[in-house]
């Protein structure tokens, strides 16, 4: 998912967690659709992230021994700082983070909206109690 993508998303769920005065049985109704909705797009983002953070470790290394191979015969790249330096300037290292980076905000979007959901039933609840006193009922 890209950050238009994610800002779709972001306006899909906040329309769909609303809750209406006048459709709170459907809004009550819906929740498990919802979380359903939701928790299939984290499960899909969260495995995505996980490749992202594989990619990553796997690219780290990759460098980690390149440098180290020429520190052997370059005095500059003899301290772990001067590799880590030269690995963290790699492009494609950057871009890779770069996009863990998105993806992990994303997945702990997705992790805040699943509990959103999963109290919307008590919000709901309360708000036609509120309701009620305020009727007299």
Known sequence: MNMEQFRELKRRAKEDLKIYEIKLKENSLEN?????????IYIDEKSD????????KRRHSKLWEEYKNIGKDNRYL?????I???IFNDKEYDEIHLRLNIRIIITEFLELTLKNIAT?????????????FEEGS
Not at 32 to 40: D, R, T, W
Not at 78 to 82: F, G
């Open 32 to 40: 498990n659709s919802l979380y359903q909705k939701y928790l299939s």
């Open 49 to 56: 992230r996980i490749k992202e953070e594989w990619n990553l």
């Open 78 to 82: 003899d301290k772990k700082d001067d």
């Open 84 to 86: 880590q330096a030269c």
């Open 120 to 132: 919307r039933s008590f919000n709901i609840r309360n708000y036609q109690d509120r309701i009620k």
